[in-house]
């Protein structure tokens, strides 16, 4: 019997049958043996679920019928696992083969940790033969005090060339849905993706929650993940716009302590109204709306998101102060 603890990869998955072949390919690959691996076919309208399920037999391949969503597609197939440990990990990823292996054992050995993320960098720098951080999470997130989210490795737009520079396992804010390790016990307290994220930030919405209730979130850059990014939304497509700015504010109401949200807020409002002029400057009357379109979304749900602030807030353990100070300065200093 293996003394590995079990590990379940769930990968929500919607059209694309060669992203999702590489994917299956490079996990094929894994030093780590104790993994079970499910396929969340998100309704895709090609062949692509039926493809893999002939050649990589020893993949489950389960469907709930229609698009869930990332947030939704990853609830869906977490509900079928029993693992210690389960990864949630983008069709469009690639890994190194002991990339599990050591956010296993980076979790065996600090249980106060519930989320961790692989050091994550670009597929098509690779296949250049460079190394260059990725949009999607890059070294690990961080989030400054509008609650805006970046990382290390990547501000705004911009992402760093990999020279060694966060090779330290560090605390971090959130790690990325691209590829994380979470401790399914932790994740049983607080619960997983809230769905009506439906993709984008819902990673750190969870990570938030879990910070809130006392745990930690950590980076382990021995771990290797490669991610196309843009695969699924492309960068400047309308609905990712939307999602992001509707996303952000909703993430924000739940989880913000009171005293920080009343100051943040306001502020966050303009900020969008700015982006409003933005867009229109850059883009059409379209974009103009989108801002506006998000934030009208929130009030109309505000109900229901005001209930889930009270869950959230009622059970806070660690102050958002400690969370984002902690985020950014501690470090463990043992290399790969």
């Known amino acids: 019997m293996s003394l590995e ?20 390919a490079s996990l094929e690959q894994s030093t780590y043996k104790n993994i079970k691996v499910w396929v969340v076919d998100n309704g895709s309208t090609d062949d692509s679920a039926e493809y893999v399920k002939k050649k990589f037999k020893w993949t ?14 990853c609830n869906y197939g977490y509900e079928k696992t029993q693992g210690k440990y389960v990864i949630f990990l983008n069709n469009d990823t690639e890994h190194e083969p002991d990339w599990i292996a050591h956010l296993v ?18 597929i098509q720098s690779r296949n250049e033969g460079k190394k260059v951080f990725d949009y999607a999470g890059a070294a690990g997130g961080l989030m400054d ?14 992402v760093e060339e990999d020279v060694g520079q966060y090779d330290n396992p560090r605390q971090i804010f959130w790690a990325s849905g691209a590829a994380m390790l979470l401790r399914r016990d932790s994740v049983e307290k607080v619960g997983v993706f809230d769905e009506d994220f439906f993709a984008h930030m819902e990673e750190i919405d969870l990570c938030w929650r879990l910070q809130i209730a006392g745990y930690k979130i950590y980076s382990q850059p021995c771990s290797v993940v490669y991610h196309y990014g843009g695969a699924t939304l492309k960068s400047g497509s309308e609905k990712k716009i939307y999602l992001n700015h509707r996303n952000n504010i909703f993430m924000i109401l739940k989880n913000m ?6 100051l943040v807020f306001p502020l966050r409002v303009l900020l969008d109204l700015i982006a409003c002029v933005y867009y229109l400057m850059k883009f059409n009357a379209d ?23 009270k869950i959230i807030q009622s059970s806070r353990k660690v102050s958002d102060k400690d969370i984002f100070l902690n985020s950014r300065f501690l470090v463990l200093f043992n290399r790969c």
Not at 257 to 262: D, W
Not at 289 to 309: G, Q
Request: with cysteine; proline share 6%.
């Open 257 to 262: 302590e009171m005293v920080k949200l009343s």
């Open 5 to 24: 603890p079990q590990v379940d990869v769930i990968i929500p998955h919607f059209n694309g049958k060669q992203i999702l072949t590489n994917c299956l």
């Open 60 to 73: 489950n391949i389960i469907s709930p019928g229609l698009n869930l969503g990332y947030a939704g597609g």
């Open 145 to 158: 005090h509008f609650g805006y989210p970046y990382a290390y490795g990547r501000v705004m737009n911009h």
């Open 287 to 309: 974009y103009f709306k989108i801002p506006l379109n998000a934030m009208a979304w929130n009030l109309r749900h505000l109900k229901a998101i005001m209930k889930k602030r």
């Open 105 to 122: 054992v980076f979790a065996e050995e600090n249980d106060e940790v519930a989320a961790i993320q692989p050091k994550i960098l670009s």
